[in-house]
């Protein structure tokens, strides 16, 4: 496995995960002790100061499987917005891709046991880009 890249998130998606990891049925799983260790090691600065090349909450990403060069889009999304294309922050992969920016990897534990490595090549849409979400 390679070492965690660096990542940045904004105040106020740290408020909204940290007041999700705290709810009845998330609190002290796997998936939230796996969030909290990526929200703990995360630069955090003001929404209007993400910048636009960063994964945030609601973000829409293009990826590439790096073996395969297989590309796929992806919404990163809380568990109650979960749907097709739209992968949950608690999910595995969504909490690896939270923070990260274009042009960094990470891998992806697959359920055959292989680890897919999946590049960030493009933000499609961030909230914070956009100024869609900067309301506290």
Known sequence: MQPSPPITISRLDLGR?????ASPGVRD??????LDDELERAAVVDPEALPPDVVSMN???????????RELELTLVYPSDV??????????VGSALLGLKVGQDIEWPLPNGRIAELRVLE??????????????
């Open 123 to 136: 933000i499609l849409y961030q909230p914070e880009a956009t100024g869609d979400d900067l309301d506290a």
């Open 83 to 92: 749907g097709p294309d739209r992968v949950s922050v608690l999910a595995p």
């Open 29 to 34: 799983t796997d998936a939230a002790l796996a």
């Open 17 to 21: 995960l940290k007041r999700l990891l």
């Open 59 to 69: 973000s829409r990403v293009r990826l590439r499987e790096q073996r395969t060069e």
